[in-house]
Nanobody
C-alpha cells in the first residue's frame, strides 16, 4: 500500500507558475513509477505526465509538453510537477498516482494502483 498526498495547488493568473508536490508513504517509493493526471469539471481524468522509478525517463501529454516538468526525489519520497506558462484550460484537480514500473500503457489511468486525493489548480484569464 502507498499513501499519496498532493499539495501546492491554488489560484494563479494565466502565464504564471505553480509547483505541485506529492508526498508518498508506506511502501518503498522508488519501487513505483509515478504519474500526474488531471480532471476538469464534466470531463474525464486525463494523463499529464509520468516518470520512471529512477527519474531517467519521462512522458508528457502534448498539451503540457514544454510547459510542465515532472520530477522526483526518491530520498524525500516526493514527486513534483513544475507548471509554467499556465493557461485557463489547465484548470483542474490534479492527482498523483503510482503504478508498477513495467506497465505497458503508462498514460492510462487504470494502469495506476494508488492515487492521492487531488489538489485544485485554478488559472484565471
Amino acid at each position: 500500500q502507498v499513501q499519496l498526498v498532493e499539495s501546492g495547488g491554488g489560484l494563479v493568473q494565466a502565464g504564471g507558475s505553480l509547483r505541485l508536490s506529492c508526498a508518498a508513504s508506506g511502501r518503498t517509493f522508488s519501487d513505483f513509477a509515478m504519474g500526474w493526471f488531471r480532471q476538469a469539471p464534466g470531463k474525464e481524468r486525463e494523463f499529464v505526465a509520468t516518470i520512471s522509478r529512477s527519474g531517467g525517463s519521462t512522458i508528457y501529454a502534448d498539451s503540457v509538453k514544454g510547459r510542465f516538468t515532472i520530477s522526483r526525489d526518491n530520498a524525500k519520497n516526493t514527486l513534483y510537477l513544475q507548471m509554467n506558462s499556465l493557461k485557463p484550460e489547465d484548470t483542474a484537480v490534479y492527482y498523483c498516482a503510482a503504478r508498477a514500473p513495467l506497465s505497458t500503457a503508462p498514460v492510462r489511468p487504470n494502469e495506476y494502483h494508488f492515487w492521492g486525493q487531488g489538489t485544485q489548480v485554478t488559472v484565471s484569464s
